[in-house]
T-cell receptor
Framework: EAGVAQSPRYKIIEKRQSVAFWCNPI?????LYWYQQILGQGPKLLIQ????????DSQLPKDRFSAERLKGVDSTLKIQPAKLEDSAVYLC??????????????FGPGTRLTVL | TQLLEQSPQFLSIQEGENLTVYCNSS?????LQWYRQEPGEGPVLLVT?????EVKKLKRLTFQFGDARKDSSLHITAAQPGDTGLYLC?????????FGTGTRLKVLA
């Protein structure tokens, strides 16, 4: 079974530039998550989709971050414009069910973003 | 805001030693998960504990969920260099995961 795919793996941009990350979840997984992980810290949930609907985006900085999952499969996360503090690893994860106590998240390898 | 504090934050030990990592919160979770993350990779699930007081063993790793379902511990017996990594607990609530602050473990040969 193929895992969660993410691209690019690395990205270096100047502050105020725009960047987009792509994620393809495991086939059949209805729930997709985007996390931001600052170096050495635990992942922080940015947005959670159930199929193509948003379940939780309470921690997404909506003035600069946007995400979509138009066909309920793959997803893109965009930052526009980027700030220095956006330097982090952006992890995508998917899970089969959205049901309490019954979900294993499968993570992609992440995209390491450096903002100069 | 729900928070999961892990301690210690960093741990460097010799091969063969035992260690315990703690995950504490003031919130109750329906279940709690432990993940291990290696450099350049995403976290990988080790275990899910669901019932208060539950203990699960995975080879040399022992996981315990607190009676009140607010805290958990991970105990590693006879640590090996292959155990090196970032250990993350994650509280599972209503359609939401809250990840802990992480414990970075280094096991020296």
């Amino acid at each position: 079974e193929a895992g969660v795919a993410q691209s690019p793996r690395y990205k270096i941009i100047e502050k105020r530039q725009s960047v987009a990350f792509w994620c393809n979840p495991i086939s059949g997984h209805a729930t997709l998550y985007w996390y931001q992980q600052i170096l050495g810290q635990g992942p922080k949930l940015l947005i959670q989709f159930q199929n193509n609907g948003v379940v939780d985006d309470s921690q997404l900085p909506k003035d600069r971050f946007s995400a979509e999952r138009l066909k309920g499969v793959d997803s893109t996360l965009k930052i526009q414009p980027a700030k220095l503090e956006d330097s982090a690893v952006y992890l995508c994860a998917s899970s089969f069910h959205l049901r309490e106590g019954d979900h294993e998240q499968f993570f992609g390898p992440g995209t390491r973003l450096t903002v100069l | 805001t729900q928070l999961l504090e892990q301690s210690p934050q960093f741990l460097s030990i010799q091969e063969g030693e035992n260690l315990t990592v703690y995950c504490n919160s003031s919130s109750v979770f329906s279940s709690l998960q432990w993940y291990r993350q290696e450099p350049g990779e995403g976290p990988v699930l080790l275990v899910t504990v669901v019932t208060g007081g539950e203990v699960k063993k995975l080879k040399r790793l022992t996981f315990q969920f607190g009676d009140a379902r607010k805290d958990s511990s991970l105990h590693i017996t006879a640590a090996q260099p292959g155990d090196t990594g970032l250990y993350l607990c994650a509280g599972v609530g209503t359609y939401k995961y809250i990840f802990g602050t992480g414990t970075r473990l280094k096991v020296l040969a």
